[in-house]
């Protein structure tokens, strides 16, 4: 298990609630925050590196390859205005996915996504790359293709970059015609030590 | 993923604080984005009080939040947080214990006005002025030692801290903290033992 800075939430739900109460409180009063919070958690040194998590109420809005917190902090607060965002225990249970894919004990992943910022066209070639299954792989044109857009796999890959919620939606599992690895937003290597674990690649 | 939906509280009317640049509301939040809930927890723990907590709670960042141009890069704000609110907490408790005092003073003042007025009538006074804690000065001591108490918990190691908070603030036993934190029984011992001879060690 990777470890956060913050305290864990204790389980205890009638204190755990109370608590985000007070904050909801005193981010409204001082930053004028005041929607449905979004929650946050970093996992550091994944064999992928750092990733940011975000979750809505309605499932994961981001999942990055992140360098600081900070950095991703500042991101989404800009990317969420008027919504307070807390660092919470409320990602345990898509943290400890994560761990068991990365141990190689649970490959297919089974975390909600919420992709309602994303276009139309991304959400199809999004939606077409998570049922590609874990230990296989497919290419940008033939995603292109499945979207409706036959030919469009330079848009498909552009798409996929900016997969709001990498590995869970597996993006990675995506290549170029002629096999190579193509591009990644954590970097080619995260890429291949990815496609290594699910044994698409030996 | 448990979703919870508690009915957002009403602000008080002297709660508005306008962030006074746009620069200032983006710093307040990242404060609280990443230190909020931990903080909110803490003093919710000393001083058992949903209002005051998230009036200490304000306080805190605000304070925070003006001394923020002196906190040097790399200081540990964490820490720094911390030790405001523990403060905060504390100078509340001290404050409450006065007005207490006072009002239990009030409360004789009354019984014996009202008992000089009518001689002949059963003493009068509030019961609740019986009802307090029987010595304001054991109260006052209990609660610093509570505060001082979780101001070092939080200096634990994360999960020396979750398995030390489970025990004694949620008075869990041992397979329960292991089934909350993951793990088995034994770890969830071995971390709460640790945290107790870290916090001796500490106190002595």
């Known amino acids: ?202 | 993923m448990r979703a919870e939906q508690g009915a957002r509280p009403p602000i008080g009317a002297d709660a508005a604080v306008v962030p006074c640049l746009p620069g200032d509301g983006q710093r307040l939040a990242l404060l609280l984005a990443r230190h909020g809930l931990e903080l909110a927890r803490h003093l919710r723990r000393i001083v058992r009080d949903d209002d005051a907590a998230a009036d200490l709670l304000q306080d805190t960042f605000l304070r925070a939040h003006s001394a923020l141009g002196r906190l040097r890069a790399g200081s540990n704000a964490r820490a720094w947080l911390y030790r405001i609110a523990t403060n905060a907490a504390l100078n509340h408790l001290r404050s409450r214990s006065r007005e207490d005092a006072a009002l239990r003073r009030h409360a004789a003042d009354v019984a014996a006005a009202s008992l000089a007025g009518d001689r002949q009538g059963a003493p009068a006074g509030p019961d609740w002025a019986e009802r307090e804690a029987p010595n304001p000065g054991d109260r006052r001591q209990a609660d610093a030692q509570r505060a001082a108490l979780w101001a070092r918990v939080a200096t634990l190691p994360e999960r020396q801290r979750l398995a030390i908070t489970l025990r004694i603030a949620d008075e869990l036993d041992y397979a329960e903290i292991a089934r909350r934190m993951g793990g088995n029984e034994a770890a969830a011992r071995a971390n709460v033992h640790q945290a107790v001879k870290r916090l001796k060690r500490e106190s002595r």
């Open chain 1, 1 to 202: 298990m990777t470890s956060g800075k913050s305290i864990r939430p204790t389980g205890n739900d009638t204190e755990d609630r109370a608590v985000e109460r007070i904050v909801r409180r005193t981010y409204e009063s001082l930053t004028g925050r005041g929607g449905e919070p979004l929650y946050y958690a970093l996992m550091d040194d994944t064999p992928v590196g750092t990733l940011g998590l975000a979750l809505g109420e309605a499932g994961l809005r981001r999942l990055e390859f992140v360098k600081r917190e900070d950095e991703f902090v500042e991101r989404l607060l800009s990317e969420f205005p008027g919504r307070p965002l807390l660092h919470s225990l409320r990602l345990e249970p898509a943290r400890r996915a994560l761990d068991r894919y990365f141990a190689g004990r649970d490959l297919a992943l089974n975390l909600p996504v919420d992709l309602r910022d994303v276009t139309a066209f991304q959400r199809r070639v999004l939606e077409w790359t998570a049922r590609v299954p874990p230990g296989s792989v497919t290419t940008y044109a033939r995603v292109a293709a499945r979207a409706g857009r036959p030919g469009a796999a330079r848009a498909a890959g552009n798409a996929l970059h900016s997969n709001p919620v990498a590995i869970v939606v597996p993006c990675h599992r995506v290549l170029r015609g002629d096999g190579s690895l193509g591009g990644y937003a954590g970097g080619l290597p995260a890429k291949e030590w990815l496609l290594r674990l699910e044994g698409a690649i030996l």
